[in-house]
């Protein structure tokens, strides 16, 4: 029986010219920069491990891969919401980094560095088909997603994806990117850039 579970949105940006290939790709092409940089925030709505409730908390996992995704050595660090207790922190830890299994451990065999924690407030806004995120002076990101022409309201999407948050993404562009996190440094205005966002229900 699972001992925790978590659910909300989430959103993200990243250095790859609109759309992504390491999505279309399975994580094997080649990222357009090169390397790829990305921020994934979570906002929980509901959830809970171990008695400890999480709702209402956020938090970001940035990540940079020097090259193709499924070769793995990625540098990653984890923002946790300031406004949670100690409890709460040590429970998004270990969800985050699936050390309590779940999606997350799926990334664990790629990762070659972890970079720290920080705590900064987070703030997680959607309107409509817009997502933004900030953390302090560490993250500052915003997307919007791809009007679909024959469901009124929805964003474009992309469906059985090998990504740890959903197999079903919202396609988006980024609006602007700012990572200084970790020693992971992004920033981009053009419009050029990807995003995606998906409500996400975890368990583990």
């Not at 996992?61 to 409890?87: K, Y």
């Not at 999606?103 to 560095?113: F, K, N, Q, T, V």
Request: glycine share 10%; charged share 15%; hydrophobic share 45%.
């Amino acid at each position: 029986m699972s001992n925790w579970q978590i659910s909300g949105e989430y959103m993200e940006t990243c250095n790859c010219t609109l759309l992504c290939p390491c999505i279309t790709s399975n994580l094997a092409a080649t990222p357009t920069e090169g390397d790829c940089k990305a921020a994934l925030a979570l906002r929980i709505d509901k959830g809970a491990k171990d008695g400890v409730t999480l709702d209402g908390l956020c938090f970001i996992v940035v990540l940079h891969s020097p090259g193709p995704m499924a070769a793995g050595h990625f540098t990653v660090g984890l923002i946790v919401d300031e406004r949670a207790s100690d409890a709460q922190a040590e429970a998004i830890q270990s969800i985050a980094t699936g050390a309590a299994g779940g999606p997350m451990a799926s990334m664990a065999p790629l990762i070659g560095h972890v970079a720290g924690i920080e705590r900064r407030p987070i703030r997680f806004e959607a309107v409509d088909l817009k997502r933004s995120v900030s953390a302090g002076e560490l993250i500052d990101q915003a997307c919007a997603g791809l009007p679909s022409a024959v469901a009124p309201g929805q964003a474009l999407a992309i469906d059985h994806v090998a990504h740890p948050v959903a197999s079903r993404l919202s396609l988006a562009k980024a609006l602007h990117s700012s990572f200084n996190a970790f020693g992971i440094r992004w920033s981009d205005k053009s419009g050029t850039r990807n995003g995606h966002f998906a409500p996400f229900a975890w368990s583990g």
